[in-house]
């Protein structure tokens, strides 16, 4: 729960309320340490009310180190009802310091042709208090300071919208788990109603767009579910996140060789969004299962024809992918007997 909702949670059970007492017992509780040093007036009737509650954090079934890819931990969790999901812990460009790629379901309903959890079809979402926990523990296992929190792992965060943005609330929260609102990006492969929603309650969180490609024939083959609503309303609901909170939107593009790189794709992305601001992230295919990773030189063809949009092209290298905890390649499957597990 956020200070707030605690406090009123509390006042509801009899214990006066108090901001103050529901911020330290929300630090406690995220802490999992130090002493709940309440006011002597509601210090008895709190504790009993919290001992009523589960402090049960995701248990560790695996946690594998990337070989190549140092300080790059895959981390898979099972719920209470044996469902299993992963977390990926990052390094990033500071030393010593990480983020954390957070899985927002268990599976996924969009069924990307090249994703590996898209593959798995939807269980179930996961609870806000789930996916803190899945941070936390991964948390306080990094040799450093945790200080980005991205959903970009197992599911569509928009798809589970109300628990996502709890959790991202929470996590940013200063009793929390104290991480910049700007340091935490939520990604979605576009839909629309959840985005239009993001945009009118004014969600501070990075926006990413997973695009794949700018033609509907093409973006319907590999994104399926999203592909049935037409480019042109994502344009518009991108349009109106952008006129609201200004910033570049970002477009993700995962390269598959020989399908969505052709330069007409990037004429087709410039008539579709070129009257928005955008920094295109490509992203090489780890999950290859029917696809092949561009050559260099289809890559090179690419990233020159979409000069044509006049705006920043960044190719994102996503670590991990000896350790199939790359982009694409989560798919919380239960491990045999010859992996590691915690």
């Known amino acids: 729960m956020l200070p707030a909702e605690l406090a009123g949670w509390l006042a509801a059970r009899g214990v006066e309320r108090s901001d103050a007492v529901a911020r330290q017992v929300l630090a406690h509780v995220v802490s999992r340490g130090g002493t709940l040093d309440l006011p002597r007036p509601v210090r008895a009737s709190t504790r009993a009310l919290l001992d009523t509650l589960s402090w049960t954090r995701p248990a560790i079934v695996e946690r594998v180190e990337d070989p190549i890819d140092r300080g790059t931990v895959r981390y898979l969790f099972r719920a209470d009802d044996g469902a299993v999901f992963e977390a990926v812990r990052i390094p990033i460009h500071k030393p010593g310091a990480f983020t954390v790629c957070l899985s927002s379901q268990v599976g996924c309903a969009m069924g990307c042709r090249f994703c590996a959890t898209g593959k798995l ?149 410039r008539d579709l969004l070129g009257d928005v601001p955008l920094r295109v992230n490509l992203i090489d295919v780890n999950d290859a299962d029917g696809f092949r990773r561009a050559t260099d030189a289809e890559r090179s063809v690419f990233v020159d024809a979409l000069q044509i949009l006049e705006m920043p092209v960044v190719r994102r290298y996503s670590v991990g992918r000896a350790s199939g905890a790359a982009c694409g390649m989560l798919a919380a499957k239960a491990p045999t007997p010859s992996t590691r597990s915690a």
């Open 121 to 269: 079809g939807l269980a179930r979402n996961l609870s806000a208090a789930e996916i803190v926990g899945s941070f936390l523990v991964v948390r306080d296992e990094a040799p450093g300071r945790v200080t980005g929190a991205v959903f970009m792992g197992q599911g569509e965060p928009l798809h589970n919208y109300d628990e996502v943005i709890r959790a991202a609330r929470i996590l940013s929260d200063p009793c929390g788990g104290r991480i910049a609102k700007e340091s935490i990006t939520i990604s979605t492969v576009g839909l629309v109603p959840a985005l239009r929603r993001y945009t009118a309650e004014g969600q501070p969180y990075r926006l990413v767009v997973s695009l794949h490609a700018a033609t509907e024939a093409l973006r319907s083959d590999l994104v399926p579910v999203a592909g049935r609503v037409p480019l042109a309303d994502l344009a518009d609901a991108i349009r109106a996140h952008h006129a609201r909170w200004g910033g570049r939107i970002t477009v993700a593009w995962v390269l598959l060789g020989g399908v969505n790189m052709d330069p007409d794709q990037a004429t087709a992305l």
